[in-house]
């Protein structure tokens, strides 16, 4: 790397030395400054509140008393007796284990569709886009309303002859439906994410192939997937960070509800924590969301090694 | 001889493509028609809002609903809270990203690589995990009922730090000789990162920007925690929950008109912009 290099010059005499930095020292000291903002405010928004919220996790800390009062694994042992929490921990997992793959393959499907239908891709990609930049709470809540038994989806249904649920009111049904209207808002990100990488494939390639005699099925998962897996690698670590953070989804359509049907982890600590002010055993909920979510972090990392496929 | 892929007659990959066309617009009406919904029901009548058979469109038009969303609640006020907000959380977030992702790629300084890498390893937490002592800190500082927990922790929470990785892996990308030869001419690293770098990143910091944004119109949690209660404090998300009655039931034709008014202005952007979505978003996509 280029770079002048100052040497300290020598001291004018023994009683004063004047300390020049070097280049590189320099160099250094302004790189800790630019990064200084960031990592400050990470200690004290996102470092800072882990520690914190680990240590209020051993304590038995009401918000109305307002006093905390150390139990050590009190919290966790009550999380290991909570009748809910078997319940909670089931929808985190049937959540997950719908939306990602859902919304991953409804976006691989439309966007492969959509690369064959070039004329209209624009169109189509607008359309299926729109959802996305609907802001959540929007989108959310007009779900809300057409999930109302007396709401258009069930009129509509009764149109056709069917008498359909109390959607939002029934826990199978409630369930199913905050899936799908996660997914029905992501899917169209998924969709672009997926164009983008197909466009990204120089025809030569699947010219090539074709010569060889792949066609169809064959050429999708010999040549396509591997040249895409990057994205869909993507994709599915977005799905999965949706797939948690599914906080506004579930206060908009359900409260968590009926009973806690619908509660995931991540609602399960607004619940425990501002509704009924456990804020201690919220935490200990909130610490093992946050071994989970680092499991995940370590997963995906040595996943994307194994699986992505790359030219290196 | 290049063998026919399959043996389909002309007619028949037509009949194919026409059949592929139509299930994406199917396909399609799940997505579009909550808008549409959304929409009509906005102009409805609250007795047009849940007959049967179900009214695609309203008798008469009703604009009074969105005179009413704004008698019901300051609702212009809460709109400009959401954009201030989300604004203020833009140029913050550039500001931080754009300085830590430059220093991150191109600053050479001990221990570099494991701040990254701690950095990187919450890019998953939800804010959930860390709502608990984010309240309680800020009800020690004083500002609970402010909107200054709003606009300071998204700048360093985990959406900017989004911000920070793709700001790096595109001054990774940017050539050292423009910045060697701004160091013959005698810029710091603050000249070079300012006069050089910043300004070859306008791609990246849009995106940025646009991620930030969104990320800052959508938040509910944080607003919910941090502001509730207080009507003129509020941003929209919490706005839009607040039409009800005395018994809780919302006014389903207001709320609606409501989320029109909150939904139109992103969609008309989207619509004329589209393309520096989708640009942004597949950027996104390749650097990840």
Do not use: C
Request: net charge positive; charged share 15%; proline share 6%.
């Amino acid at each position: 790397m280029v770079g002048a290099t100052d040497r300290p010059e020598p001291a004018a005499s023994g009683l004063r030395r004047s300390v020049r930095l070097n280049y590189r020292q320099r160099d250094r000291l302004s790189g800790y400054g630019f990064v200084a903002p960031q990592v400050i405010g990470f200690l004290i928004f996102v470092a800072g509140p882990i520690l914190a919220v680990m240590w209020f996790s051993l304590n038995d800390w009401n918000l109305i008393v307002a006093e905390l009062d150390f139990i050590g694994l009190g919290n966790y042992q009550a999380i290991l007796q909570d009748r809910e929490i078997g319940n909670v921990a089931l929808n985190s997992v049937v959540f997950a284990a719908a939306y990602v793959p859902l919304n991953v393959g409804l976006g691989l499907l439309l966007a492969v569709a959509a690369n064959r239908a070039t004329r209209l891709v624009g169109v189509l990609r607008t359309m299926y886009f729109a959802p996305v930049v609907v802001s959540l709470v929007a989108w959310t809540i007009v779900f809300k309303f057409i999930l109302q038994d007396r709401g258009v989806l069930n009129g509509a249904l009764q149109i056709a002859g069917v008498d359909g649920p109390n959607w939002l009111r029934e826990p199978a049904p409630a369930l199913a439906m905050v899936i799908i209207v996660q997914v029905l808002k992501t899917a169209g990100l998924s969709m672009v994410i997926f164009l983008a990488a197909l466009q990204g494939i120089p025809r030569e390639v699947t010219e090539a192939a074709r010569v060889d005699g792949a066609t169809g099925w064959s050429l999708f998962r010999r040549i396509t997937v591997p040249l895409i897996s990057p994205f869909i690698f993507l994709t599915i670590v977005l799905s999965v960070i949706n797939s948690i953070k599914s906080f506004a989804l579930i206060q908009l359509l359900t409260e968590g509800g009926p009973g806690h049907a619908t509660t995931v982890l991540a609602y399960y600590i607004y619940n425990q924590g501002f509704q009924r002010f456990e804020m201690g055993y919220a935490s200990a909920v909130a610490v093992v969301l946050f071994v989970i979510v680092l499991g995940l972090t370590g997963a995906q990392f040595r996943l994307r090694q194994r699986w992505v496929y790359s030219e290196e | 001889m290049i063998p026919e892929s399959g043996s389909q007659s002309r007619a028949g990959v037509r009949a194919k493509s026409t059949l592929v066309t139509l299930g994406l617009v199917v396909l399609a009406l799940p997505m579009l028609f909550p808008l549409y919904w959304m929409f009509s029901s906005s102009l409805k009548s609250e007795g047009e809002i849940f007959k049967f058979p179900p009214v695609m469109i309203p008798a008469e038009l009703r604009f009074d609903n969105f005179e009413q969303v704004f008698s019901l609640q300051p609702f212009a006020l809460q709109y400009f809270n959401s954009v201030y907000i989300a604004t203020l959380n833009v140029i913050g977030t550039l500001i931080v990203a754009s300085l830590a992702g430059y220093a991150f790629a191109r600053i050479p300084f001990r221990g570099r690589t494991w701040l990254l890498v701690l950095l990187l390893s919450t890019l998953l937490m939800p804010i959930e995990v860390l709502i608990i002592p984010l309240y309680v800190l800020m009800a020690e500082v004083g500002w609970l009922g402010t909107h200054m927990p709003l606009i300071v922790e998204p700048i360093f929470g985990v959406p900017a730090i989004v911000g920070t990785f793709l700001m790096r892996q595109h001054f990774l990308s940017m050539p050292v000789e423009l910045e060697d030869a701004g160091r013959l001419d005698g810029l710091g690293r603050l000249g070079i990162f300012w006069r050089i770098a910043v300004p070859l990143a306008k791609p990246a910091l849009a995106s940025v920007a646009i991620l930030t944004f969104l990320a800052s119109w959508n938040s509910f949690l944080e607003p919910l925690v941090f502001v509730s209660g207080n009507v003129e404090l509020m941003t929209i998300p919490i706005a839009l929950t607040q039409f009800r009655d005395f018994s809780g039931e919302p006014f389903w034709a207001i709320t609606m008109a409501a989320a029109t008014l909150s939904v139109l202005p992103m969609l008309i952007v989207f619509l004329f912009a589209q393309r520096y979505f989708v640009q942004g978003i597949a950027r996104v996509g390749i650097h990840g």
